[in-house]
């Protein structure tokens, strides 16, 4: 895999919003330019790819050398491999019919261009240059053999968007459609669990826990009124942090039993984390029951918070031990707990998601 830190190649990336586009250079994971911010046209479609054109130039005329590749994050639905956009894209109507963005930009510009959704890139630049090899640097610090190479990374934004990462390689499916958001939401199995967990998820509920449904409060004020540093409904604004941790923690349990690996969150309601990590841990180390009344975990991989420097040192020392070999004096080490672990990104989704589109492009580069 490419040691991205120390290579000399250049990427092109931009960060697309309906609203804003912005724009910059990457080398070495780490930008080398000013970013650019332009207006995205997003509903007319030759404005909007005359925007990106015009951004794209402009940026690569501040470096003075032809960059190696363009590689983004771009909203779905979206035939990402094939660099295709279209369909049902609220902040980009003009894409709703197709638009073959990644063959446009290459002919424009002639270098190679990679196109991935957002949670794929976060959970990619987190496995690459964030909170895996930072997990696995402090286990081998710790004197602990133990080793992670999976990584699922959820974004908690204006929607609740998932990437996996396997044996250092990004899952994007056969149809680039793998997703969290349309999981069912706790206790509501006809409703998707997005709508318990985004944005607008922490406004309702609470206007629902303080019987004040008109307030016109963002994620940030509710947390200020959870602080008890803006007026309102504290124990509402708790409550409303509560309940979206619960959910969050349901749907996180599906793919933490079917990845086996590392869980990070990003996204901007993650400032909010201590309001709402207790119940998520909390419903990640629930039981669940057979129908003879037997019990299991809802994972069977213990959940340790690896924010927590004593759960992390539980996590990091597990449960070593000798075993003798049968019929031999050989003893070997075995350690039988199944445990993982679940942080909060030290990157942030940003830079993960750029850091993500960088190595994305440079190890397909190699490939090449």
Do not use: W
């Amino acid at each position: 895999m490419t040691d991205f830190k120390n290579d000399p190649r250049i990427v092109l990336t931009l960060d697309a919003g309906g609203t804003n586009m912005v724009f910059g250079a990457m080398k070495g994971g780490e930008f080398i330019t000013d970013s650019l911010t332009l207006p995205a046209h997003s509903d007319t479609l030759d404005l909007c790819l005359g925007t990106m054109v015009e951004g794209f130039r402009e940026i690569t005329g501040r470096l003075g050398e032809k960059p190696a590749a363009i590689s983004f994050a771009f909203p779905g639905p979206a035939d990402y491999p094939n660099g295709i956009i279209g369909g049902y894209l609220p902040n980009f109507p003009s894409f709703r019919d197709g638009v073959a963005l990644g063959p446009f930009l290459s002919k424009t510009f002639g270098v190679p261009v990679f196109i991935n959704n957002d949670g794929d890139l976060f959970a990619y630049g987190e496995a690459l240059g964030g909170i895996l090899p930072e997990v696995n640097a402090m286990l081998e610090a710790a004197g602990s053999s133990k080793r992670y190479r999976n990584l699922i990374g959820y974004t908690f934004g204006t929607g609740f968007g998932i990437g996996m990462v396997v044996n250092g390689e990004l899952n994007r499916g056969d149809n680039s459609c793998v997703e969290t958001f349309c999981l069912p939401l706790r206790g509501r199995s006809d409703i998707i669990v997005e709508d318990g967990i985004a944005i607008r998820a922490v406004k309702r509920l609470y206007g629902e826990f303080s019987g004040d449904r008109e307030h016109k409060f963002e994620p940030k004020d509710i947390f200020d009124i959870a602080e008890g540093t803006r007026p309102g409904d504290m124990e509402a604004a708790k409550k409303a942090f509560a309940e979206i941790g619960a959910a969050a923690g349901d749907a996180m349990a599906t793919a933490a039993t079917l990845v086996d690996g590392l869980i990070v969150i990003g996204g901007g309601v993650t400032a909010s984390h201590k309001y709402f990590m207790p119940s998520l841990l909390s419903v990640l180390r629930s039981k669940i029951h057979t129908l003879g009344g037997e019990e299991t975990g809802r994972i069977q991989s213990y959940v340790y918070d690896l924010d927590d420097p004593a759960e992390f040192a539980a996590f990091a020392k597990g449960d070593s031990r000798k075993l003798k070999v049968y019929g031999f004096d050989d003893e070997v080490i075995y350690d039988p707990q199944k445990r993982t672990g679940i942080a909060i990104s030290k990157l942030g989704a940003s830079k993960a998601i750029s850091v993500g589109a960088y190595t994305f492009a440079l190890n397909r580069l190699d490939r090449k």
